[in-house]
């Protein structure tokens, strides 16, 4: 999506009734991400079910098919990877345009430091201001070169070249911050690196990379120590093809899940939604704050445990959140922002220091528009104190500028649906790179939409 490119799309929710019914959410964004990479490294036919055809995947499908893979989709929406092979990608011929995926750039940088090969990334306007140096420093001692655009606050950002080193050099390195991209670029890197690759991460994040490494054949063990998780990756690995059945993505699930805590009588059930302890945060948080939400029907696809969501409005009451729940709900921060103003009583939120180099700085962007709707919020170095409103509907009223970022966007969008007055977000389009039919499955469920 280049959002220079059209005008915007204002978008408001609004509901005269509960919202009731069955929906399913688009397939998870981190698990699609990796199906193709693997998928484009494996010798033989990779078949993806439930793939999210949202722009961000769309932008890692179309880097790895200029990097020699063939990838196409079929007509009953399954898709098709030919790989190349652990060290056969190629040279692509153009920049590669990741649009607003951060996942997408830092998880591919990690895939070309190992392979002979020079690549220059470049996106959107907010993905150009997003920070890339916390992948480059450990790519950069496993061998591969970087020229990076300098960018605020002496960041290193997009427009990006790297050139990868073969062989590389294999590395033992602590995370200094939770990040599961971070650690993925690394293990990533290390597929084509002779000898063992080890990430020590003393928090633990999203293990999708760890799941799916080891479908695909990769010899990988995890172990527990005092230091933290230790993952250690043989390089040189020869991946196998797999069929690939992609759970519904628990980052999107939030939406309507918090619709329908907020809106008085609503009832519905969110199927299919990947419950992976590493990405299930928000679930509990929300759980512990009296929200009614059930799992259903819980089972194992693919490796991954999913389950069905029955969710039914609830009175909920403010908490303060364990900081070290943050790695297993980053993403979900901005909709739990919404979730706390509509409770009573105050929700204290810390340890989100990662939310202010997301697609915005998330924590301001939020707190900004939280106070135009009229909930009292204190911004915090690391995070939000937000006062519910008591469960009464929000003053609302304001248009909020969701700054390019769909998680923004999607987030104030649901609070209108517990507004005493409209609230319009300025732009909606950010929502196609991860949830393009978010506004279908709203009004399926019983909202309206005004454009």
């Keep these: 999506m280049n959002p220079a490119s059209a005008a915007t799309q204002p978008l408001s929710l609004s509901t005269s009734g509960p919202l009731a019914g069955t929906v399913t959410v688009p397939g998870d964004k981190s698990i699609s991400h990796r199906a193709i990479m693997l998928g484009a490294l494996a010798v033989g036919e990779t078949r993806i079910t439930g793939l999210l055809e949202g722009e961000d995947v769309l932008a890692t499908a179309a880097a790895m098919r200029a990097m020699g893979a063939e990838i196409e989709r079929r007509n009953d929406g399954d898709w098709r990877v030919h790989g190349v092979g652990v060290g056969g990608l190629l040279q692509p011929r153009t920049a590669l345009d990741m649009g607003n995926s951060g996942t997408s750039t830092r998880l591919l940088l990690g ?82 690196t002779p000898g063992d690759t080890v990430v020590i991460e003393p928090v633990a994040t999203r293990d999708h990379s760890e799941r799916m490494l080891a479908g ?13 998780r230790i993952i250690t990756l043989a390089g040189e690995a020869e991946l196998r093809p797999q069929d690939i059945i992609v759970p519904g993505d628990p980052s999107s699930a939030a939406f309507p899940m918090v619709a329908a805590l907020i809106v008085p009588g609503s009832d519905i059930l969110i199927r299919n939604v990947g419950i992976n302890p590493t990405r299930a945060g928000l679930i509990r948080v929300l759980q512990a704050m009296g929200g009614d939400i059930t799992l259903v029907n819980e089972r194992i696809v693919g490796g991954e445990p999913v ?17 070290d729940g943050a790695p297993s709900m980053i993403d979900e921060y901005p909709i739990l ?22 697609e915005s700085d998330r924590i301001s962007v939020m707190a900004q528009g939280l106070a135009a709707c009229g909930v009292a919020c204190e911004e915090l170095p690391d995070g939000l104190i937000v006062h519910g409103q008591g469960g009464e509907p929000l003053p609302g009223g304001a248009t909020v500028a969701a700054q390019l970022d769909h998680r923004i966007a999607m987030s104030f969008a649901v609070l209108g649906l517990n507004a005493q007055a409209r609230v319009t977000v300025d732009d909606a389009r950010p929502i196609a790179t991860s949830f393009p039919d978010f506004v279908a499955m709203m009004q399926m469920l019983g909202a309206t939409a005004h454009r």
């Design 216 to 228: 695909f054949g990769a010899k990988l063990t995890v172990a527990e120590s005092p230091q933290g």
């Design 307 to 323: 389950a069905d969501l029955h969710v039914r409005h609830s009175a909920l009451t403010g908490i303060e959140v364990p900081p």
């Design 111 to 192: 895939l070309i430091a190992s392979h002979p090969i020079t690549a220059t990334f470049i996106g959107d306007a907010s993905l150009s201001g997003r920070p890339m140096g916390r992948v480059i420093t450990p790519l950069s001692l496993m061998g591969a070169s970087f020229t990076a655009t300098p960018g605020a606050g002496g960041r290193q950002t997009l427009p990006l070249t790297i050139t990868g080193l073969c062989p590389a050099v294999a590395l033992s390195y602590t995370l200094p911050v939770a990040s599961a991209q971070v650690k993925s670029a690394v293990l990533l890197a290390g597929l084509n």
């Design 337 to 358: 922002f919404i979730a706390a103003a509509c409770a009573v009583g105050t929700t204290v939120m810390r340890g989100l220091e990662e939310l202010r180099v997301k």
